[in-house]
């Protein structure tokens, strides 16, 4: 398996390294027009299990296109498309009811027994055991960000999609959900997908870095480094830079700096 691949252009080449034989997701020159605009264009895509993919491009180049089809929200009939049943989303508002508790927002549509305990089971990985009967409402928008996490979590998801989650977060609270995203990646192990804008969130985050452009990949870049050792100390005086800035979210679910290396 190579280290590291230069930005080469892959256009429509399949990716040529997956580590894993049978992927989680596979898209196979995937085609989407809106009208006469062809917006994604032959692409082929491989996410291995538990692959922390960030997909990077700029405004309009297909990113959230590509994002609801492999969260099925997208008609696309007869492409060579697989994607696991089990997949859950959370965009960059939370879109919770605001009629329905916290805990029920987590719960709605969860089938199976027990849908209380689990839903809180799921409140407090995020820390936010103390908010299960808030109304949606009452809850800042890290606070909000982190239910939606919670509601997408409960599910066990084999593919966990994240569509710019932290981007209208101020930068305390989205350096905080950057340690808590990884540290329940890294417990529960989903295959990621996180479109985001920010170049060093990509960075931070992902295993394999993508960038998009007129409805291909034309760049993809493998990040082995320990995920601690990015930047450490531009981190570290961020951290304490943000430190005298205040948030809105202070709790210990949030994983402390340094980030622990857990069997990357
Ligand atoms: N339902 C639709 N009907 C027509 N055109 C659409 C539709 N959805 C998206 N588009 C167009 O497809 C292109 C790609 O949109 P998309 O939202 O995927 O881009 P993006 O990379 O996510 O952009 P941004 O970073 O600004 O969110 C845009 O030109 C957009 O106008």
């Not at 055991?129 to 009452?138: D, E, M, Q, S, Y």
């Not at 960000?145 to 977060?169: G, S, T, Y």
């Not at 601690?228 to 809105?248: I, M, N, P, V, Y």
């Amino acid at each position: 398996m190579d280290a590291r691949l230069g930005f080469s252009a892959l256009q429509s080449a399949a990716i040529p390294d997956s580590p894993h034989p049978e992927p989680v997701v596979r898209l196979r020159n995937f085609i989407r027009r809106f009208g006469a605009n062809t917006i994604i264009d032959g692409l082929d895509l491989d996410i291995a299990p538990g692959e922390f993919i960030a997909l990077l491009g700029r405004s309009g180049s297909g990113k959230t296109t590509l994002l609801r089809t492999l969260a099925g929200l997208d008609e696309i009939g007869g492409q060579d498309v697989e994607v696991p049943a089990s997949r859950a989303v959370v965009f960059q508002d939370a879109r919770l009811l605001p009629w329905k508790p916290v805990w029920k927002n987590v719960a709605l549509g969860l089938k199976g027994a027990q849908p209380r305990e689990r839903s809180e089971a799921a409140l407090k990985e995020v820390g936010l055991g103390h908010r299960l009967n808030a109304w949606p409402l009452t809850l800042s928008g890290g606070e909000a960000q982190r239910v939606a996490l919670a509601r997408a979590l409960v599910r066990e998801p084999k593919l966990l999609l994240l569509d710019e989650p932290f981007a209208a977060l101020d930068a305390l609270t989205r350096y905080r959900m950057h340690d808590l995203v990884l540290s329940l990646w890294r417990k529960h192990r989903p295959a990621v997908l996180l479109v985001t804008h920010d170049v060093e969130e990509a960075i931070a985050l992902a295993d394999r870095v993508l960038v998009l452009d007129s409805g291909r990949i034309v760049a993809q870049e493998r990040i082995t480094a320990p995920r601690g050792e990015r930047a450490s100390f531009a981190q570290r005086l961020r951290e304490k830079l943000l430190s005298h800035l205040g948030g809105d979210d202070h709790d210990d679910a949030v994983v402390p700096f340094p980030i622990a290396e857990a069997a990357e």
